[in-house]
């Protein structure tokens, strides 16, 4: 494929005619070929203009295609929430915080007591006592996603209950 998301490796076929003998791709990362059919790395995001030069014994054409690869930045998610120790039961405020260049299109969240969501922010009710891991994963209009968890994020406890006993 010749987009994607962060770094993109792009395997190139030449679909030229006649019977050229020399190849020099060129492929807009700073990088060439001679290679009749090469692999190039896109570690970087834009898009890039790639060129293949042909040659055989008495001529020489070139083709050109303007953005052909499309390299996306991923997002970078990240997470902020109002309450991490608490007693049960307690409703939390989940805050996606995600860095991001192309705008995200879904979320899900993981709370880490078998609850999800799929919304942006969302709202979640704790009724259970534990250490709780939890996630997002985000996905950006390219298709671009990313991924954060945090370990033991919520240390959700009972609420104390005096009693005694006496003879």
């Known amino acids: ?39 190039s790395i896109y570690s970087n995001s834009g898009f890039f203009t790639v060129k293949l030069t042909v040659t055989d014994v008495a001529s020489q054409d070139v083709h050109t295609q303007t953005d052909y690869v499309k390299v996306y930045n991923n997002p970078l998610a990240s997470i902020s929430n109002n309450s991490s120790i608490f007693c049960v039961p307690e409703e939390v405020l989940f805050v996606d915080e995600t860095q991001f260049t192309n705008n995200i299109t879904s979320w899900l969240w993981d709370f880490g007591d078998g609850g999800s969501s799929v919304l942006q922010n969302p709202n979640y009710e704790y009724s259970n006592s534990g250490l709780f891991t939890v996630s997002l994963s985000v996905v950006d209009n390219k298709g671009c996603e990313s991924l954060i968890i945090f370990d033991n994020l919520v240390d959700a406890k009972e609420v104390p209950v005096a009693n005694f006993s006496s003879n």
């Not at 998301?5 to 003998?21: A, H, I, Q, R, Y």
């Open 1 to 39: 494929s010749n987009t994607g998301c962060g770094s993109l490796v792009v395997e190139f076929e030449d679909l030229s005619t006649g019977n050229p003998d020399t190849w020099l791709w060129e492929f807009g990362n700073g990088t060439s070929s001679t290679l009749q059919n090469p692999v």
